[in-house]
């Protein structure tokens, strides 16, 4: 279960009739935990996590979604990819976005390895679930220079 404190946030920024593509959806918590699972498309790359779209990430995103979502969840998706991949997929994301896009990473540094080496995980031997960058408050900050 995720922290209640992610998913009182989440639920706070997102309106009942809103449509929201989860990217990095992982195996659905956002869509089984709490929104309207007919309003909520999940993309991710692992085909055991049964997204709506299956799609590896360092391609982007597909540009057909442009337009189409109020709200873009990158909920722990952007420390799998290497930081230029991660940046550019946030600026895409903000680019096809209607309102918003809700972004979450660590704030401190972890390989992941533990769904990785456990046999029983849909991410078991799936080298998509290891951590490739560090990202800081920093990387977030609009330059005021």
Partial sequence: MPNPDLVNYITSRIRSDDY???VGC???WVKQTILNPGRVVGIDINAGCHPEVEWDLNNGLPICFAGFFDVILLIDVVEHLYKSIG???ISLAQGLVVRE???LVPMFWTHNRSPYEDQA???YQRREILHRS???EGDFRADTG
């Fill in 20 to 22: 929201v593509l989860d």
């Fill in 26 to 28: 992982g195996q659905n």
């Fill in 87 to 89: 940046e550019r997929l």
């Fill in 101 to 103: 896009v809700l972004l």
């Fill in 121 to 123: 995980s849909v991410w």
């Fill in 134 to 136: 560090e990202w800081n």
